[in-house]
T-cell receptor, first 113, second 114 residues
Framework: AQSVTQPDIHITVSEGASLELRCNYSYGATPYLFWYVQSPGQGLQLLLKYFSGDTLVQGIKGFEAEFKRSQSSFNLRKPSVHWSDAAEYFC???????????FGQGTRLTINP | DSGVTQTPKHLITATGQRVTLRCSPRSGDLSVYWYQQSLDQGLQFLIQ???????AKGNILERFSAQQFPDLHSELNLSSLELGDSALYFCASTPTPASTDTQYFGPGTRLTVL
């Protein structure tokens, strides 16, 4: 069965600092990987996704993620965070032929001014 | 705005009651997904419909049911409600049932069971 682990429940960074949110997945075949962001009172918005090809994926709002098969990881990065990036971030895994997404528990990001 | 609409935004009800949550997918999308987000379980997939037919089922309780209508909107029915059913219920939609389609999420319905 597919599973996703986001080891960090809560991360605090200063505005302008770099960010890395960790995501580890468990899946036997080639996974489809996603990062979503949820702002307070909002639905989930897709930041980026990986299906195949280049393992470094660029997304919206200046985010990128790197797929590392050897480490079963798909970490999200941003070189310089803005106060508006404060939100909850979810990593999710899907697969070919399986429409559902399996989500991690989420990482809450707080930005210090 | 994802283009997916959900009503109502908030719902407060009592244990034992029945409620209906409504979802309208993005224009042109034929597939609808329902997810439950709770503090205990996180975000969990409940069920998927494609063009009116059930396509995939997840951790959906027998007290819960869903359907997709000919105009493609979907309803999630929750009955014999328990305190533990309090959660945020999301609907998402995609153009096709392909797993490579991006799921666009609605703003959710917050259900509180007292």
């Amino acid at each position: 069965a597919q599973s996703v682990t986001q080891p960090d429940i809560h991360i605090t960074v200063s505005e302008g600092a770099s960010l890395e949110l960790r995501c580890n997945y468990s899946y036997g075949a080639t996974p489809y990987l996603f990062w979503y962001v949820q702002s307070p009172g909002q639905g989930l918005q897709l930041l980026l996704k990986y299906f195949s090809g280049d393992t470094l994926v660029q997304g919206i709002k200046g985010f990128e993620a790197e797929f590392k098969r050897s480490q079963s990881s798909f970490n999200l990065r941003k070189p310089s965070v803005h106060w508006s990036d404060a939100a909850e971030y979810f990593c999710a895994v899907g697969s070919q032929g399986a429409q559902k997404l399996v989500f991690g528990q989420g990482t809450r990001l707080t930005i210090n001014p | 705005d994802s283009g997916v609409t959900q009503t109502p935004k908030h719902l407060i009800t009592a244990t034992g009651q029945r409620v209906t949550l409504r979802c309208s997918p993005r224009s042109g999308d034929l597939s609808v997904y329902w997810y439950q987000q709770s503090l205990d379980q996180g975000l969990q997939f409940l069920i998927q419909y494609y063009n009116g037919e059930e396509r995939a089922k997840g951790n959906i309780l027998e007290r819960f049911s869903a359907q997709q209508f000919p105009d493609l909107h979907s309803e999630l029915n929750l009955s014999s409600l328990e305190l533990g059913d309090s959660a945020l219920y999301f609907c998402a939609s995609t153009p096709t049932p392909a797993s490579t389609d991006t799921q666009y999420f609605g703003p959710g319905t917050r259900l509180t069971v007292l």
